[in-house]
T-cell receptor, first 112, second 113 residues
Framework: ETGVTQSPTHLIKTRGQQVTLRCSSQSGHNTVSWYQQALGQGPQFIFQYYREEENGRGNFPPRFSGLQFPNYSSELNVNALELDDSALYLC???????????FGPGTRLTVL | RKEVEQDPGPFNVPEGATVAFNCTYSNSASQSFFWYRQDCRKEPKLLMSVYSSGNEDGRFTAQLNRASQYISLLIRDSKLSDSATYLCVVRGGFTGGGNKLTFGTGTQLKVEL
């Protein structure tokens, strides 16, 4: 196992609700990246956090936001959920921004 | 045009066969290249990095052609346990994207008895 954990493992929400997903990075890793993987697609980059600051963002609307804490764990928040937000959300931690990314098991979000 | 393009498959091959996957990428400024493996409903895991000189890891050989922006993966002597989705991945070269990984849609491989 990678040592990266995510919670919850599964989640069901309804349209318009808000959700918070959590990620604990591997010990010693200061960088966390978040990805969205829709069914049948590859993961899509949402954003990356390095030492508590956002360090790059993909093509996602502002209702996708994040945080990184002093212990380098991270949260992904999604407001005003839409049906198309249904996906597997993956976080990946790395020693620093240019190092290998180790993925957690993901949170499967279903929006009804 | 997608940033990373792959044939989605599925590739159904008999055990022991040799199978090749190809991938093209659009951003010539991309800096690093990888193949990831993803089992059904699991997270992606790094299979191998890809270099211009070509690199081999057991039954797996990867090759990068920067001029053609083309990446390949060859699997020899396929095993049942090789059944998975293989994701072509590039990193870097995108303004404002940090060191994001850009994934292809993945190529599904099924190895059969």
């Amino acid at each position: 196992e990678t040592g990266v954990t995510q919670s919850p493992t599964h989640l069901i929400k309804t349209r318009g609700q808000q959700v918070t997903l959590r990620c604990s990075s591997q010990s010693g890793h200061n960088t966390v990246s978040w990805y969205q993987q829709a069914l049948g697609q590859g993961p899509q980059f949402i954003f990356q956090y390095y030492r508590e600051e956002e360090n790059g963002r993909g093509n996602f609307p502002p209702r996708f936001s994040g945080l990184q804490f002093p212990n380098y764990s991270s949260e992904l928040n999604v407001n005003a959920l839409e049906l198309d937000d249904s996906a597997l959300y993956l976080c990946a931690s790395s020693l620093s921004t240019a190092n290998e990314q180790f993925f957690g098991p993901g949170t499967r979000l279903t929006v009804l | 045009r997608k940033e990373v393009e792959q044939d989605p498959g599925p590739f159904n091959v008999p055990e022991g066969a040799t199978v090749a996957f190809n991938c093209t990428y659009s951003n010539s400024a991309s800096q690093s290249f990888f193949w990831y493996r993803q089992d059904c409903r699991k997270e992606p895991k790094l299979l191998m990095s890809v270099y211009s000189s070509g690199n081999e890891d057991g039954r797996f050989t990867a090759q990068l052609n920067r001029a053609s922006q083309y990446i390949s993966l060859l699997i020899r002597d396929s095993k049942l346990s090789d059944s998975a989705t293989y994701l072509c991945v590039v990193r870097g070269g995108f303004t404002g994207g940090g060191n994001k990984l850009t994934f292809g849609t993945g190529t599904q491989l099924k190895v059969e008895l």
